[in-house]
T-cell receptor
Framework: DAGVTQSPTHLIKTRGQQVTLRCSPKSGHDTVSWYQQALGQGPQFIFQYYEEEERQRGNFPDRFSGHQFPNYSSELNVNALLLGDSALYLC???????????FGQGTRLTVV | GDSVTQMEGPVTLSEEAFLTINCTYTATGYPSLFWYVQYPGEGLQLLLKATKADDKGSNKGFEATYRKETTSFHLEKGSVQVSDSAVYFCALNQAGTALIFGKGTTLSVSS
């Protein structure tokens, strides 16, 4: 059983560009959440998707947007990249209202 | 809003030493509490959890007890190994909503 998979693993972008990160949830899971982890910090919640709708959102600007597909996979899009967007982006999957969430290995985004 | 505070590191121990990493929380209602571990260059792995007061979560020799009276969920291990070197995060959530994490504690174990 494959766990949560994220792609790509590493990415380098230039300021002002746009980026799309992808996540496939653990088999059987219907809910996907995205987190940003800056170096030396704990993960910060970006948003959560369930039934292709944004269910909950953290304190992130509109430059951060997402999508969930009918097969429950998800994308995170970030527009107009800033240097401060450099971080590890983590995807977590779960069943809706379940206690546990399972994390992928993350995508390391570097903005130069 | 809800929050998690955990002891700052780094924590440096010799192999077979006793480990405690303190975690306290502020939350309305009855959150679930978690410890996650992050090895270098990897994502987060769930180490243990507790969903109600006085529950004890345990896994791989690590333990933590949900103490509602002191709003704490301290992580303990009786004898650490070099392979336990990692960053440990305390976290909470309410009924499947977003996880709220502490800032993490780096543990370094030497042989």
């Amino acid at each position: 059983d494959a766990g949560v998979t994220q792609s790509p693993t590493h990415l380098i972008k230039t300021r002002g560009q746009q980026v799309t990160l992808r996540c496939s949830p653990k088999s059987g899971h219907d809910t996907v959440s995205w987190y940003q982890q800056a170096l030396g910090q704990g993960p910060q919640f970006i948003f959560q998707y369930y039934e292709e709708e944004e269910r909950q959102r953290g304190n992130f600007p509109d430059r951060f947007s997402g999508h969930q597909f009918p097969n429950y996979s998800s994308e995170l899009n970030v527009n107009a990249l800033l240097l401060g967007d450099s971080a590890l982006y983590l995807c977590a999957s779960s069943l809706v209202r379940a206690v546990e969430a399972f994390f992928g290995q993350g995508t390391r985004l570097t903005v130069v | 809003g809800d929050s998690v505070t955990q002891m700052e590191g780094p924590v440096t121990l010799s192999e077979e030493a006793f480990l405690t990493i303190n975690c306290t929380y502020t939350a309305t209602g009855y959150p679930s509490l978690f410890w996650y571990v992050q090895y270098p260059g990897e994502g987060l792995q769930l180490l243990l959890k507790a969903t109600k007061a006085d529950d004890k979560g345990s896994n791989k020799g690590f333990e933590a007890t949900y103490r509602k009276e002191t709003t704490s969920f301290h992580l303990e291990k009786g004898s650490v190994q070099v392979s336990d070197s990692a960053v440990y995060f305390c976290a909470l959530n309410q009924a499947g909503t977003a996880l709220i994490f502490g800032k993490g504690t780096t543990l370094s174990v030497s042989s």
